[in-house]
């Protein structure tokens, strides 16, 4: 295989998950009863530019699609997040009634329905139906498409360039991340800004979080490799911030290389030292992940064995794809985990991808008091605690899997 974005040969590995199906590829009682399609889920990295990524199997089209279960309203904190991001970009980069914000990936309008209330123009670029439809239903504005070069071209010539272009959580989700990247340069006007979120590889690696590893995660992205990639695609990085989102995110403020006239910070050089110090631009960096990886995977099975022996009644919380991930790598099934509790109405009286453990709603959790719940979306952990407190009342315990295996 060679690199997505340099085409350099692709020999180092990084992690070897096993082979499991796409992370948001929920079952219904009917698709139960039909196969189910099985990736290998092998993570490697160039030694060139940095970039590391999943090995080539599954196409866009097939994670991606119209029965997309991914809400992002579903997640209080992140609507908190969404809500202050705005805040702080319209003041920042003083935005008002004549200005244009256009997010690519808007899922359901989580973060532009707050561009919208201050009354400033936006867009929404999102291809799966179901959020698409959802951030209509919010009256934003959405073109239901994938973003690159062509779409970009196409709205630029409709008039339709943005002061701000926003990109959460979707430039690890590309195959093409150079036409990815470059769209930005024809959409984005002349000292227009884009930011991009994303999970920093270098909390993946010593945190090991290797569950937010999934074949919807085509790339794993250090400021090393961002740098390269932009630079190379038209964007130049003037700024970026540490975000504590999804265990750890960086927030990538770019321009356009040809005319953007924002003066580079000292936030960027800064980072960009330390993960040279820290070496993420050497081979040795990458070594022992699969072995920190396999040691989750024992403790978590060794837990749900000896709770099963002892007749401790364990749950999950937050069908997340990571929870997919970890599951799947450790060959977890119904009969050591009940069942999935998760808030999503779309992806409830569904089964989860692969382990096919059923996904239920909140009310089990009175019914059945268990013992422990096991909180997979530990990014969210401190929500899920609070939010399901009451499981103190039969000394209920919450447990976490990533990094390393506790009961809390």
């Not at 340099?6 to 196969?35: H, R």
């Not at 779309?346 to 382990?355: N, T, V, Y």
Request: a negative charge.
């Amino acid at each position: 295989m060679k690199c997505r974005h340099c085409q350099s040969e692709l020999i180092l590995p990084l992690v070897d998950l096993g082979s499991a199906p796409p992370s948001n590829a929920y079952l219904t009682n009917e698709t139960l009863k039909a196969p189910e399609k099985w990736f290998p889920l092998n993570v490697l990295v160039c030694e060139y530019c940095w970039l590391v990524q999943t090995a080539d199997f599954a196409g866009a089209e097939e994670l991606f699609d119209d029965d997309y279960a991914y809400f992002s309203s579903f997640s209080s904190s992140w609507l908190t997040h969404a809500e202050s991001y705005v805040e702080t970009m319209v003041e920042r980069f003083t935005l008002n009634e004549k200005s244009m914000v256009i997010e690519v990936a808007a899922n359901d309008g989580y973060l532009l329905q707050y561009v919208q209330e201050k009354f400033i123009p936006c867009l929404g670029i999102e291809p799966t139906k179901s959020t698409a439809n959802a951030a209509r239903e919010k009256g934003i504005n959405i073109i239901e498409r994938f973003f690159g070069v062509e779409l970009g071209k196409q709205l630029a010539g409709e008039g339709k360039q943005a002061d701000l272009m926003v990109a959460n959580n979707v430039l690890a989700h590309v195959p093409n991340i150079n036409d990815f990247v470059s769209g930005f340069t024809y959409l984005l006007k002349g000292n227009g800004v884009a930011t991009f979120e994303f999970p920093h590889l270098l909390n993946l690696i010593q945190q090991n979080q290797f569950d937010t590893i999934y074949h919807e995660h085509f790339s794993y992205l250090s400021l090393i490799a961002v740098n390269t990639l932009f630079t190379a695609n038209g964007l130049s990085v003037f700024d970026v911030e540490e975000m504590p989102t999804h265990g750890g995110s960086l927030r990538v403020f770019a321009q356009r290389k040809d005319t953007g006239t924002h003066a580079v910070n000292d936030r960027f050089v800064s980072l960009l030292k330390k993960e040279q110090a820290l070496g993420l631009d050497s081979a040795d960096f990458y070594a022992d992940f699969q072995e920190k990886a396999n040691k989750v995977k024992y403790g978590l099975t060794k837990f749900l064995i000896e709770a099963k022996e002892s007749g401790k009644k364990v749950i999950g919380y937050g069908a997340a794809a990571k929870g997919n991930t970890l599951l799947n790598f450790a060959g977890i099934k119904e009969d050591l985990l009940t069942c999935v509790v998760d808030k999503n109405p779309a992806k409830q009286h569904k089964f989860l991808p692969g382990s096919r453990i059923p996904i239920l709603n909140e009310e089990i959790i009175n019914k059945i008091k268990p013992d422990y719940v096991l909180i997979f979306p530990w990014n969210l952990k401190h929500e899920v605690i609070c939010q399901l407190d009451y499981i103190k009342a039969w000394h209920g315990q919450f447990v976490v899997a990533v990094p390393k295996f506790r009961v809390i």
